[in-house]
């Protein structure tokens, strides 16, 4: 569907030189902004540039490959972060009225400014023997946009429980761990659950454009920049990493919601 648009957009602009009603198009459809779909294709098995070996199809899974494993590690680590500071806030209320303005201001910072902070924050960075990685960077900034959804999702999930519900389990006497376990966690999974979706998207945008901004080689986003810079020549080749960055949120998506049907599998349809 989208490559039939594609063209017709392409077709449609070539027949009236890119002008309605004296209006230009949004996109130029000439060869080198809108090459076609056939031409794109194509590319995935032209020679890669000088040196790196191999095609560009090649170069392209394996640079989703290296995006996505920093992808997945940033979205682990938000979920740890935004499930811990979802947890807190709904245990003290005090603190939820504290946090919760800074949580909601940490993403107004835009990530390609804090991105040269975590870098270079990063590189004077030692754990005992362990010295900070550029991969870190890209893991820390994806985790960063990550466990915003996470925290604010799960927060409301964690506080969805109607109060005959929370009176019962002080009626057994229950301790506010063995409520969180037995009633607030499970009773936040229909909220957490989008919330995961939404911060795995982030989490895979943070990783692109962490890789672009901390100049991190071997990802997709590295690949985007190098292609880019060398679109005069061929101009189809930039699109063929954009295909491996859209199959690459695809594939984060499509776990997501592999991890849904299996969280989901027993609970009634009314609950979800």
Avoid at 109 to 133: D, F, M
């Amino acid at each position: 569907m989208f490559a039939a648009l594609w063209e017709a957009y392409k077709a449609f602009g070539r027949a009236v030189d890119d002008h309605v009603f004296g209006w230009r198009l949004p996109a130029h459809t000439d060869d080198a902004s809108m090459p076609h779909i056939s031409t794109i294709l194509g590319s995935f098995s032209k020679a890669e540039v000088r040196g790196r070996p191999g095609i560009v199809g090649g170069a392209v899974l394996s640079g989703s490959w290296f995006t996505l494993r920093l992808a997945v590690t940033g979205l682990i680590v938000g979920f740890v972060v935004g499930m811990a500071l979802a947890i807190i806030m709904c245990r003290f209320t005090l603190v939820r009225r504290a946090w919760l303005p800074y949580v909601v201001l940490s993403q107004t910072v835009p990530l390609i400014a804090l991105a040269p902070l975590i870098v270079g924050w990063g590189n004077r960075l030692k754990i005992g023997s362990v010295h900070w990685q550029p991969w870190m960077s890209v893991t820390g900034m994806s985790a960063y946009l990550a466990f915003f959804p996470i925290a604010v999702g799960a927060l409301r999930g964690l506080q969805s429980p109607k109060e005959q519900s929370l009176e019962l389990m002080d009626s057994y006497a229950a301790s506010w761990t063995q409520t969180l376990l037995k009633l607030r966690l499970p009773a936040a999974v229909p909220y957490l659950l989008p919330a995961v979706k939404l911060g795995a998207a982030a989490a895979v945008v943070g990783a692109i454009v962490a890789e672009l901004s901390a100049g991190v080689s071997g990802g997709v986003g590295r690949l985007i920049l190098d292609y880019f810079q060398k679109a005069t020549g061929d101009p189809a080749r930039v699109f063929t990493a954009f295909i491996g960055a859209a199959v690459l949120g695809l594939v984060v998506a499509a776990g997501v919601n592999g991890l849904e049907l299996v969280l989901t599998r027993h609970r009634p349809k009314a609950a979800l």
